[in-house]
């Protein structure tokens, strides 16, 4: 089955200690990127890779790292997370070029910094 | 900055039909995209317009005005499962690139 898997699905972690949601498509899509979704804010897209060691910031990359070393894997990294990461992550892929590339998203990782 | 305006909320009648506006401001544009998001689940594709026009799929329609910066989704015989937000979402670059995402609309359908 064509998918994006996100885990963890759900964590509750403490101010300052690093930790990485992990992000793996199947599909053998070029693009790739994170979002974050907040009540009241939309999705804000956090970084896209257009395709493996190719990274760009999106409108909201503080407190933020991703990594893409594999086409199929692309990582986000909180080095010291704080209570304002507290949020729902979004990880999509779709295919590169022009015509209708929809974005495949995974299911959500729900994060708590207390 | 990109700008992405749609209503917060919205409430129709089962059977109905509904139409939710998107306004945009971009600094680029190569294609404008729908998607359904239930409560608590990830967004899923709707439609996509990239030339004028209206785009029909089912029960589910999409036009767009280039010129003016609008598109709408039009939603015909609404189910209690239409119950959802419905974001409008920008491509700006030609190679997929960035998207920018509207703060969504939440369609309540009352029966």
């Known amino acids: 089955e064509a998918q994006v898997t996100q885990n963890p699905r759900y964590l509750i972690t403490v101010t300052g200690k690093k930790l990485t949601v992990t992000c793996s498509q199947n599909?053998?899509?070029?693009?790739m990127s994170w979002y974050r979704q907040d009540p009241g804010l939309g999705l804000r897209q956090i970084y896209y890779?257009?395709?493996?060691?190719?990274?760009d910031k999106g409108d909201v990359p503080e407190g933020y790292k991703v990594s893409r070393k594999e086409k199929r894997n692309f990582p986000l990294i909180l080095e010291s997370p704080s209570p304002n990461q507290t949020s729902l992550y979004f990880c999509?892929?779709?295919?590169?070029?022009?015509?209708?590339?929809?974005?495949?998203f995974g299911a959500g990782s729900r994060l708590t910094v207390l | 900055g990109q700008n992405i305006d749609q209503p917060t909320e919205m409430t129709a009648t089962e059977g109905a039909i509904v139409q939710i506006n998107c306004t945009y401001q971009?600094?680029?544009?190569?294609?404008l995209f729908w998607y359904q998001q239930h409560a608590g689940e990830a967004p899923t594709f709707l439609s996509y317009?990239?030339?004028?026009g209206l785009e029909e799929k089912g029960r589910f329609s999409s036009f767009l005005s280039r010129s003016k910066g609008y598109s709408y989704l039009l939603l015909k015989e609404l189910q209690m499962k239409d119950s959802a937000s419905y974001l409008c979402?920008?491509?700006?670059?030609?190679?997929?690139?960035?998207?920018?995402f509207g703060d969504g609309t939440t369609l309540t359908v009352k029966p």
């Open positions: 979402a920008v491509r700006e670059d030609t190679n997929a690139g960035k998207s920018t």
């Open positions: 999509a892929s779709s295919p590169q070029g022009t015509g209708a590339n929809v974005l495949t």
């Open positions: 890779s257009m395709n493996v060691e190719v990274t």
């Open positions: 971009t600094s680029g544009f190569n294609g």
């Open positions: 317009n990239v030339l004028d």
């Open positions: 599909m053998n899509h070029e693009y």
